[in-house]
């Protein structure tokens, strides 16, 4: 077995708003607009919107009725710390900074290299209306 992933699935707070985001930023990604389901799930208490591709599902779900008014912190146990996707050249990565910037997203961190990861680690990282941390990174020698 390959450790491949299939889908991820994260529960945001509004999903109408967690939405325009996901919607700009997912065809930046790769993600085809076209390929987007949305559906609700009564017998697990929630609405989901997929983005598919390929290689990739993401959905994001609401939360239950007695969650809603929880904040998201990353560094609760059982959380989701952040996620990277891989880009192919750090000129990738500059473009999509500027089209993070472009959608107001909160960018933690301009793309930098980060030598502590290892010596071609080039990122950026941003968070979605909810505070979900995301990173766009690219580790090859391009020097």
Not at 39 to 47: K, S
């Amino acid at each position: 077995m390959e450790p491949i992933i299939d889908h991820i699935q994260i529960t945001v707070k509004d999903l109408a708003k967690a939405e325009v985001f996901y919607d700009a930023l997912f065809p930046l990604l790769g993600f085809d607009p076209k390929r987007k389901v949305k559906a609700h799930i009564a017998e697990h208490d929630f609405d989901v919107i997929e983005y598919s591709h390929p290689k990739l599902a993401f959905a994001i779900t609401s939360p239950r009725q007695a969650f809603k008014d929880e904040a998201v912190h990353r560094r609760k146990p059982g959380a989701l710390h952040h996620l990277a996707f891989k880009a192919e050249t750090r000129a990738e990565i500059n473009q999509l900074y500027q089209a993070l910037l472009r959608m107001q997203a909160t960018v933690v961190t301009a793309p930098q290299l980060y030598p502590e990861y290892s010596p071609d680690y080039y990122a950026v990282f941003f968070k979605d209306p909810d505070g979900i941390k995301y990173e766009l990174v690219c580790t090859k020698n391009e020097s």
